[in-house]
């Protein structure tokens, strides 16, 4: 058996770890993050050339199934591994780590609606927590930006006013709570991703009263089969043997 991992999360290298070696692994990164933490096993970097390349790979390499455990809001590679796999005829499933619950967030569909939402409801000092790409549609917004994000954000793409913060989580209730505090934060713009590394932000902003505008994620392709945790994802390969 073949599996092309389409990883790049927490979750896929615990999944690759967990294949491992009984079953042969390819995990495929797109290559954005500099020294990004590797998983165990065979890994390959890059794109693939949209969908019809992502098709090809998959017949030249006799992969048996897919696994897209990349992040929640990839939604252009999900998009390609969805119909490359089935152009081919190979069992393909997401990884999906469950959203957190929105509760009183203001829920908005882009970063766009984002920026228009703190905009319009006065925010003076935000912490945005959208990723790199997700800096531009706040330009020419009339508000102080403390940006956390792995990678710099090219400059262009940077509000006028802000602090960068280049780190990488898992973060922790204690260190968020003195960051908003420090910073003077009356409201928290982030990308509706799951997952517990950066849990620790939303429970800090509930703790101190400061409203969350939350960008909700993007629907799955129309018929894709997905699983929410690693162990159901190895449940899945192991019974396409």
Not at 108 to 115: E, F, I, K, L, S
Not at 123 to 146: I, K, N
Not at 179 to 203: C, E, F, P
């Amino acid at each position: 058996m073949r599996v092309l991992l389409l990883g790049g999360t927490g979750e896929a290298r615990d999944l690759a770890a967990r294949l491992h070696p009984g079953i042969t692994v390819i995990s495929s990164l797109a290559g954005r993050v500099p020294d990004p933490a590797l998983p165990v096993g065979e890994v390959r970097i890059g794109g693939f050339g949209g969908a019809d390349g992502l098709a090809d790979w998959l017949t030249a390499n006799a992969i048996t199934a897919v696994v897209d455990a990349t992040h929640p809001f990839a939604a252009t590679i999900t998009a390609n591994a969805a119909r490359a796999a089935a152009r081919v005829g190979v069992p393909h499933v997401v990884l999906a780590r469950p959203a957190w619950p929105h509760g009183d967030a203001i829920v908005v569909p882009t970063d766009t609606a984002a920026a228009q939402t703190v905009s319009s409801h006065g925010y003076r000092r935000v912490f945005l927590t959208t990723g790199r790409s997700g800096t531009a549609a706040f330009r020419g917004v009339d508000a102080w930006f403390l940006i956390r994000a792995v990678t710099p954000p090219e400059p262009e793409l940077l509000p006028d006013r802000h602090l960068l913060v280049l780190s990488r989580g898992p973060y922790h209730l204690a260190d968020e709570l003195k960051l908003l505090r420090d910073n003077g934060i009356d409201a928290l713009v982030t990308k509706n991703s799951g997952g517990a590394m950066t849990q620790a932000k939303l429970d800090a902003a509930g703790q101190e009263g400061v409203p969350v505008i939350m960008v909700d994620r993007p629907a799955l392709p129309d018929g894709v089969a997905s699983v929410h945790t690693v162990d159901a994802a190895v449940d899945w390969v192991r019974s396409r043997r």
